[in-house]
């Protein structure tokens, strides 16, 4: 199975900053995806990082608030811009390998704790 | 669109009880149905999935699912809780071949000495 590495693992900005979270998998894979999960509640999925070409964002996300960068199948970006405390989350990278044996199972980093204050 | 319903916000068993965790999920096409465990501060683990083959699905830890499509639920059960299990679980569905995940909202299990 896949292993995933986010940075930072946790981290406290003032609202109107900009963080970038990244992921990196040791191995490459062929789909990666960014999910939101806001304190007490479930994983939302915010897009899908897409290797070379933008991403694919969920209903109510859009690219100017979550840039995502794929510049290959290893590593991925996602940025959370001009911050307000509403984006205190989890953010959670995962991937899906669709070309080994862990076909259709997708495994999660660690996630990265986010708090706007 | 598809959905994933958790019966149960908590759930509290004794330790060495039936644990049973309950997802009905809404989809027009059969999907694909996943169990992750969440403990504190950590990511998620993939417990067990369901994609078309078997409908009771064994997964790791002693967990299993029985896929039921005239009920649209995948209950997740282990016969023995143990203490170690006290986590938090969530049912998700994916769209065939899409790779998305929806979840549900989650079951917070309790095992009780």
């Known amino acids: 199975s896949a292993v995933i590495s986010q940075k930072p693992s946790r981290d406290i900005c003032q609202r109107g900053t900009s963080l970038t979270i990244q992921c990196q998998v040791d191995s490459q894979v062929t789909m990666m995806f960014w999910y939101r999960q806001q304190p007490g509640q479930s994983l939302t999925l915010i897009a899908t990082a897409n290797q070379g070409s933008e991403a694919t964002y969920e209903s109510g996300f859009v690219i100017d608030k979550f840039p995502i960068s794929r510049p290959n199948l290893t590593f991925s970006t996602l940025t959370v811009s001009n911050m307000s405390p509403e984006d205190s989350s989890i953010y959670l990278c995962?991937?899906?390998?669709?070309?080994?044996?862990?076909?259709?199972?997708?495994?999660f980093g660690p996630g990265t704790r986010l708090t706007v204050l | 669109a598809q959905s994933v319903t958790q019966l149960g916000s908590h759930v509290s068993v004794s330790e060495g009880a039936l644990v049973l965790l309950r997802c009905n999920y809404s989809?027009?096409?059969?999907?694909?149905l996943f169990w992750y465990v969440q403990y504190p501060n950590q990511g998620l683990q993939l417990l067990l999935k369901?994609?078309?083959?078997?409908?009771l699905v064994k997964g790791i830890n002693g967990f299993e699912a029985e896929f039921k499509k005239s009920e649209t639920s995948f209950h997740l059960t282990k016969p023995s809780a143990h203490m170690s299990d006290a986590a938090e679980y969530f049912c998700?569905?994916?769209?065939?071949?899409?790779?998305?995940?929806?979840f549900g909202q989650g079951t917070t299990l309790q095992v009780k000495p």
């Open positions: 369901y994609t078309s083959a078997a409908t």
């Open positions: 995962s991937v899906e390998d669709r070309t080994s044996f862990y076909y259709n199972e997708q495994f």
């Open positions: 989809s027009s096409v059969p999907p694909y």
């Open positions: 998700a569905v994916s769209p065939t071949h899409t790779g998305k995940l929806i």
